[in-house]
């Protein structure tokens, strides 16, 4: 498996030059636009990115994409049966072959796994003709591959650049770029198998921009704890700064290595929300959330235009902490 499109697509690479986009058979994800839609294909990240798979073919849908049933090599059960046991798809009742599936709906909605929390979630069937400009990529291959609501508006169209997200499924970080550069060693494998696009993306001002307005945003990695930070203010990365010079001279006097925060330099230029949390006119607000594991030597942070990615998050440890930064809308 060498991509994952969202809850329910993937693509799997058949010989050295060869690849198909693979539906999962009877079972419908949360779009990448609704609620859980990123849960769901973090899940299915988390599942198969990168791992040897057998591919059961049942049909081919009117979208050209192989239709079938997933089994990841040392998994018991297939990627369909664990996406909805983990409260993170629907079984399809229109397209169902294995009423098990229904039973294992069932059992994790009375458990109130993953989307089950919420008392009356909206099938995703639903949600796309409910939301026809959302996603529609996901599921027909064609139309726009930005999702609703995101900075996918003129700033997209004047050619600013965009930070995209990537998930690593080891440690379960999250990073952002807006370099092309890291973007291709990442996507090439070069910094480790283990991480992938999410599908978030978001309109940037460059580094170099003169933008009024904008301010630089600061970004620092850790070898020590191997994540990455980023800030748009300026006093927080002249501290970091600071505590790094310090942090290195003390180092450097015990012959030690430095693995604390190093500034490696302005990631883009963004705009700060006013003290209320609001963004100027003409942009939108990236959501900022800490994994709270400080004590256990790993911290990380995400940042995203989606409250909801958030929200998904916070049952698990993470700590809302705000609008970050504002970008082009």
Avoid at 107 to 121: F, K
Avoid at 146 to 168: D, K, M
Avoid at 254 to 272: D, N, P, Q, V
Wanted: proline content about 5%; some cysteine.
């Amino acid at each position: 498996m060498i991509a994952v499109t969202d809850g329910d697509t993937l693509t799997v690479q058949t010989d050295g030059t060869s690849s198909s986009v693979i539906r999962l058979a009877e079972i419908d994800a949360p779009e990448k636009c609704q609620p859980y839609g990123s849960a769901a294909r973090l899940s299915l990240v988390s599942l198969a990115l990168n791992k040897q798979a057998s591919v059961q073919i049942v049909e081919n849908d009117k979208y050209g994409r192989a239709v079938g049933k997933v089994t990841i090599s040392g998994q018991g059960s297939t990627l369909n049966r664990q996406q909805i046991e983990r409260g993170l798809a629907w079984a399809y009742d229109a397209y169902l072959q294995d009423w098990s599936l229904d039973s294992a709906e069932a059992q994790a909605r009375a458990l109130s796994r993953g989307l089950w929390i919420d008392a009356n979630p909206t099938p995703p069937w639903d949600w796309r003709r409910l939301n026809p400009g959302c996603s529609r990529d996901s599921e027909t291959n064609e139309g726009a591959t930005l999702v609703a609501g995101s900075a996918a508006t003129s700033a997209a169209i004047a050619g600013l650049p965009r930070a995209v997200e990537y998930f690593n499924s080891q440690n379960g970080h999250f990073f952002m770029t807006a370099s092309a550069s890291d973007a291709n060693l990442i996507d090439a494998g070069v910094v480790g198998p283990s991480w992938a696009r999410t599908g978030n993306a978001f309109s940037v001002w460059p580094a170099n921009s003169n933008e009024p307005g904008t301010v630089q945003v600061c970004r620092f990695y850790s070898h020590g704890v191997d994540s990455h930070f980023f800030t748009a203010k300026a006093e927080d990365c002249q501290w970091l700064r600071n505590f790094e010079a310090d942090l290195r001279r003390q180092a450097d006097l015990k012959g030690e290595s430095f693995r604390g925060w190093g500034y490696e330099g302005i990631a883009f230029r963004a705009k700060l929300p006013d003290q209320r949390g609001q963004c100027p006119a003409g942009t939108e607000p990236v959501h900022r959330a800490y994994n709270n594991r400080h004590e256990q030597n790993d911290p990380n942070h995400r940042f995203t235009p989606w409250l909801e990615d958030i929200t998904e998050l916070q049952p698990r440890g993470w700590v809302y902490e705000g609008v970050a930064m504002c970008v082009p809308k």
